[in-house]
């Protein structure tokens, strides 16, 4: 049988003779007398101290909800403003204007500076729901020009969202014009003394993302004059070859697929 860390009185009465030896007496109570043994007593103490003080407290707050719930606001304002009056009465009364002035003076001054500091916050709310909703207005604004311009690029049906949702991690509003941005850097164009715009970013994805876009004008798969009838090429016009755009996208969707690029007369 295990020996208990600590006993009453009356429990180490009760111990045979021989074991009474291993404990100690400490405020009224027997500690074994042993390594390793602490004496939680005050802790324990402490813990009740602090558990019966937030009883306490949680009592008080009870009190206090239960003794204000019932009181009507307008009526308890009436009742300050009544014994604002009485208080000026008071002084009027004994002859101490100039106090009573001192103490109205301080008076009005703390409910402008209350009123200003409600304005304040107001205007401070307003400001942030005015730049929240700025926000988003420009980002729907942003996203359906960049949709226009993939339309009018010749993006794919099911793909113009994908060039969208790539839009939204380029562009942004700045100084109130939608701009394209690589970190803190402003995107040029063709011309370096302008930013691209948005049209001219959406047809630089051709480069990068050929398959986002509906087969140019001119490149196809019709057989190849020469081969077999089961021989398919990507064609393009000398003209066509002309234009880097045009080429690069063909010779993007060759590589794709495995196919000839062929530069027709």
């Given at each position: 049988?295990?020996?208990?860390?600590v006993?009453?009185?009356?429990?180490h009465?009760?111990?045979?003779?021989a074991?009474?030896?291993?404990?100690?007496?400490?405020d009224?109570?027997?500690?074994?007398?042993?390594?390793?043994?602490?004496?939680?007593?005050?802790?324990k103490?402490?813990?009740?101290?602090?558990?019966?003080?937030a009883?306490?407290?949680?009592?008080?707050?009870?009190?206090?909800?239960?003794?204000?719930?019932?009181?009507?606001?307008?009526?308890a304002?009436?009742?300050?403003?009544?014994?604002?009056?009485?208080?000026?009465?008071q002084?009027?009364?004994?002859?101490?204007?100039?106090?009573?002035?001192?103490?109205?003076?301080?008076?009005m001054?703390?409910?402008?500076?209350n009123?200003?500091?409600?304005?304040?916050?107001?205007?401070?709310?307003?400001?942030?729901?005015?730049?929240?909703?700025?926000?988003?207005?420009?980002?729907?604004?942003?996203?359906?020009?960049?949709?226009?311009?993939?339309?009018?690029?010749?993006?794919?049906?099911?793909?113009?969202?994908?060039?969208?949702?790539?839009g939204?991690?380029?562009?942004?509003?700045?100084?109130?014009?939608?701009t394209?941005?690589?970190g803190?850097?402003v995107?040029?164009?063709?011309?370096?003394?302008?930013?691209?715009?948005?049209?001219?970013?959406?047809?630089?994805?051709?480069?990068e993302?050929?398959?986002?876009?509906?087969p140019s004008?001119?490149?196809?798969?019709?057989?190849?004059?020469?081969?077999?009838?089961?021989?398919?090429?990507v064609?393009?016009?000398?003209?066509?070859?002309?234009?880097?755009?045009?080429?690069?996208?063909?010779?993007?969707?060759?590589?794709?697929?495995?196919?000839?690029?062929?530069i027709?007369?």
């Amino acid at each position: 049988m295990p020996l208990k860390a600590v006993l009453t009185k009356e429990e180490h009465g009760a111990l045979p003779e021989a074991m009474r030896q291993y404990y100690v007496e400490k405020d009224g109570k027997f500690m074994l007398d042993a390594e390793g043994v602490e004496d939680v007593t005050g802790l324990k103490s402490a813990l009740a101290a602090v558990r019966e003080e937030a009883k306490q407290a949680k009592k008080q707050l009870q009190e206090t909800i239960d003794k204000f719930k019932d009181i009507d606001p307008e009526k308890a304002k009436a009742a300050q403003q009544k014994l604002v009056e009485l208080e000026d009465k008071q002084l009027l009364d004994a002859g101490k204007v100039e106090e009573l002035l001192k103490v109205r003076t301080e008076r009005m001054k703390a409910d402008y500076e209350n009123q200003i500091s409600a304005f304040n916050k107001t205007i401070a709310d307003l400001k942030k729901e005015l730049k929240t909703v700025s926000l988003s207005m420009a980002e729907v604004l942003i996203d359906n020009s960049i949709r226009a311009a993939a339309i009018r690029a010749g993006v794919l049906e099911n793909a113009v969202e994908d060039v969208v949702l790539r839009g939204q991690k380029t562009w942004t509003l700045k100084d109130k014009t939608p701009t394209a941005m690589k970190g803190d850097q402003v995107i040029y164009g063709k011309d370096p003394n302008k930013p691209i715009s948005i049209d001219e970013w959406v047809s630089g994805l051709q480069q990068e993302a050929p398959h986002l876009f509906k087969p140019s004008a001119g490149a196809g798969t019709p057989p190849s004059s020469g081969s077999t009838s089961n021989a398919k090429v990507v064609r393009l016009s000398r003209e066509e070859a002309k234009d880097p755009q045009k080429y690069r996208s063909a010779k993007a969707q060759a590589e794709k697929s495995g196919l000839p690029l062929e530069i027709a007369e």
